[in-house]
C-alpha cells in the first residue's frame, strides 16, 4: 500500500504541489493511521500534511479525486441504461457496452481496462500509444473489428447496415476516449518535467477532460498562443492596409532621379472593419468548452476591435461589457455562473440573438457559434439560422463533440448545418487554435 502513496505523491509533484521528501514520511504515516477506507477521510487528512498554499489545495483536491478512481463504481449504479433495450444477443460483450451502456458504464469499463494494463506504469510520452493499444485490446476490440468485417462481408450491397455503421462511429469514438484517458493518466503517473512537452499533452487533449488543477497552467497557454495568433493577424492586416505596389507611379515619382527608385508608392486599399459575434452555449455539456473558447477570442481583442459575444443556456445574454468591466478570468466564472448549466434551448437562443443583433449584423460580419446543438427534443426554429445566415458573411459553427456523436440522440446538428458557412469539430485547444486562425484569416 506504501507504493499507492508514493505513486499519488508522484502526480501531486506532476499537478506543481510541492511535497518534500520530509512531507511524504509526514503523509505515510497518517496513512497508516487512517488507512485507505475511508476516502473522506483520507482526503481530509493528507491535506492538512501536503498541500501549503490555497491554489495547491485546489490542485491537491482534483489530483486527489483523480488519482482514487473507485468512486466511479458508484456513479455506475445510479445510470445503469434500461435493460430493456437489449443489443443482439451473438453481439460482443464490447459492443453491447459502447451500444446500450451509459456515459459512466463506459468510463468504468475504460478504468478496469487501464488497471489490467498496468496503465500507472507510464512514464514516458512515447508510451501513449502502446498503452492505448493495450487498452483496447483488453476491452475486446479486436473482436468487435472482426464482428463488423463480417457484417460487412455479409451486405448484398455496398451500403453497410444502419448496425454496421453505428458500431463503427461509437468505435470511433471509444478510441478517442480510451486515448484521452491516457493522456490523463499521463499526466498523473509519468514523467512530465518539461514545458513543452506539458504544452503539448494539453494542446491536444480533449477540453472537457482538462483536470481543474491545471487550468492555470492551460489559461497561460491559450493566452500565449492567442497573442502569437493576435500578431501574426496584425502583420498581416497592416500588409493588407498597405496594398500592393504601383509600379507605374513609383517610376514617374522618381523620374527626376534618373530611374533610381529612391521612393516606392503603394496602392491602397481600404478595409472594413470586421464584425464577430460569437454565441457560445454554456450549458453542463459544454461548459468547460465555451471557458476556452470565451478566453481565446476576448484575447484577441487588440485586432478585432468590434467583438461582441453572447452566452446561452435557453436564454440569451450578452456577456461583452463584462469582460471588458472585469479581469477574464472573474469575467468567464461570472458568464458560466449567470447563464450556464440550465437546460439547453438552441431555438430560445436563436430567437433572442435576431432580436437583439439581426439589425446589425451585415455582410461585414462573421457569427460563430459554439456548441454541440443538442437541444432536449425541443423546437429547432432552423429558419433562424436560414435568417442569419443570409444576413452575415459567414456563419461557422464549432462543435466540440466528435463527429461519431453528431446527429445521435437529440444532437441536430445535420439540420443547422446547412445554414452555416463552415463546420469544425473543435474538442482540444490544438483545433480551436487552427479554427481561430481561419476564422481571422476570413473575417476581412
Avoid at 502513496?5 to 506543481?16: P, S, W
Avoid at 484577441?300 to 461589457?321: C, D, H, I, P, Q
Avoid at 461585414?364 to 443570409?390: H, S, W
Amino acid at each position: 500500500m506504501e507504493r499507492v502513496l508514493t505513486d499519488f505523491v508522484k502526480a501531486l509533484r506532476n499537478a506543481n504541489v510541492r511535497v518534500s521528501p520530509a512531507e511524504t514520511l509526514d503523509a505515510m504515516e497518517v496513512v497508516d493511521r487512517v488507512g485507505y477506507e475511508n476516502k473522506d477521510l483520507l482526503k481530509r487528512t493528507l491535506s492538512i500534511v501536503l498541500p501549503k498554499t490555497p491554489e495547491e489545495k485546489d490542485k491537491f483536491s482534483s489530483c486527489f479525486d483523480d488519482f482514487f478512481t473507485d468512486e466511479i463504481k458508484a456513479a455506475v449504479e445510479v445510470d445503469l441504461p434500461d435493460k430493456n433495450q437489449k443489443a443482439n444477443n451473438d453481439s460482443s460483450d464490447l459492443a453491447k457496452t459502447i451500444m446500450e451502456g451509459s456515459q459512466a458504464e463506459i468510463k468504468l469499463a475504460i478504468a478496469e481496462a487501464g488497471e489490467e494494463s498496468e496503465i500507472r506504469e507510464i512514464k514516458y510520452f512515447t508510451q501513449r500509444s502502446v498503452f492505448t493499444r493495450r487498452i483496447l485490446e483488453q476491452m475486446g476490440v479486436g473482436k468487435l473489428e472482426d464482428e463488423i468485417m463480417q457484417m460487412g462481408s455479409q451486405n448484398d450491397g455496398d451500403t453497410p447496415s444502419d448496425l454496421e455503421q453505428q458500431l463503427r462511429s461509437q468505435l470511433t469514438g471509444l478510441r478517442e476516449r480510451v486515448s484521452d484517458f491516457v493522456q490523463q493518466q499521463f499526466l498523473l503517473h509519468g514523467d512530465v518535467s518539461g514545458e513543452q512537452l506539458r504544452e503539448q499533452i494539453f494542446k491536444s487533449m480533449n477540453m472537457a477532460q482538462i483536470d481543474r488543477s491545471y487550468l492555470h497552467e492551460v489559461h497561460s497557454l491559450v493566452r500565449k498562443m492567442a497573442k502569437k495568433l493576435a500578431n501574426l493577424h496584425s502583420r498581416r492586416k497592416k500588409n493588407f492596409r498597405k496594398g500592393r505596389l504601383d509600379i507605374r507611379k513609383t517610376i514617374r515619382d522618381n523620374w527626376v532621379n534618373q530611374g533610381i527608385l529612391f521612393n516606392l508608392s503603394w496602392s491602397y486599399k481600404k478595409v472594413d472593419r470586421p464584425k464577430i459575434y460569437v454565441i457560445c452555449d454554456v450549458s453542463g455539456s459544454v461548459g468547460a468548452y465555451a471557458r476556452f473558447m470565451l478566453m481565446f477570442l476576448f484575447s484577441l481583442t487588440e485586432v478585432v476591435s468590434k467583438l461582441r459575444a453572447f452566452v446561452f443556456s435557453s436564454n440569451l445574454g450578452e456577456v461583452t461589457n463584462d469582460f471588458k468591466d472585469s479581469q477574464l478570468d472573474e469575467a468567464i466564472e461570472k458568464a458560466l455562473q449567470k447563464h450556464g448549466g440550465g437546460s439547453t434551448d438552441y431555438g430560445q437562443a436563436l430567437t433572442d440573438f435576431v432580436s437583439l443583433c439581426l439589425d446589425d449584423i451585415d455582410k461585414k460580419t462573421t457569427v460563430v457559434i459554439l456548441g454541440d446543438a443538442r437541444n432536449n427534443f425541443g423546437p429547432e426554429k432552423a429558419n433562424l439560422m436560414k435568417t442569419i445566415n443570409e444576413r452575415a458573411k459567414q456563419v461557422f459553427w464549432l462543435n466540440p463533440e466528435g463527429k461519431y456523436r453528431w446527429d445521435t440522440g437529440d444532437s441536430v446538428m445535420k439540420t443547422y448545418s446547412a445554414y452555416c458557412t463552415k463546420v469544425f469539430p473543435c474538442g482540444n485547444i490544438d483545433q480551436l487554435e487552427r479554427v481561430i486562425s481561419t476564422l481571422l484569416k476570413t473575417a476581412i
